[in-house]
């Protein structure tokens, strides 16, 4: 018998300070990037998207890669190439931390609309408003020393 898994995930991480410098011009060659590194890991993406401070990544890990070393591989990696592209010059890098939450597959349409949809929801809700509403709708206490 083989085996068999879906692994989903909604990861969310945040700019240094939560500072405005992801530039829409260059976030295609980003998620590009991004989604080579998902790739290397035996992985699936599913959909990316963000705003100048923030991204959400929606996927599928391998059973063999851990979440933290997912999520490190992809923020260390992009952080030195965001620096050495030119293509982000105010980029300085990615806050600590992050928010990942397990996603059912019959959730996934409902998802990945939400993901592509960042542009309009940020026209109306700040991240901290999102990320407390995420935390919240799945049951984790909020440390309030990391919402300044």
Known sequence: ???????????VFRTQDSQP????????????????IIKNKNSHLYRINGVE???????????????????????VSTSIW???SDLFPSFKGWAEGYGAFTCSYNDMGKLIEYVKDQQE???KKSF?????RLLMESGI???E???P
């Open 121 to 123: 929801h940020h026209s």
């Open 145 to 147: 020393r990391y919402f």
């Open 128 to 132: 901290e408003e999102e990320y407390r």
């Open 21 to 36: 410098t992801l530039r829409r011009d260059n976030t295609d060659n980003l998620y590009a990037y991004i989604t080579g």
């Open 82 to 84: 965001m620096k050495e």
């Open 1 to 11: 018998m083989s085996s068999y898994r879906q692994l989903l995930y909604h990861i």
């Open 53 to 75: 401070n923030h991204l959400h990544i929606l996927t599928d890990i391998h059973p063999l890669v851990s979440l933290a070393d997912f999520v490190r591989e992809i923020k």
């Open 141 to 143: 206490r909020i440390d």
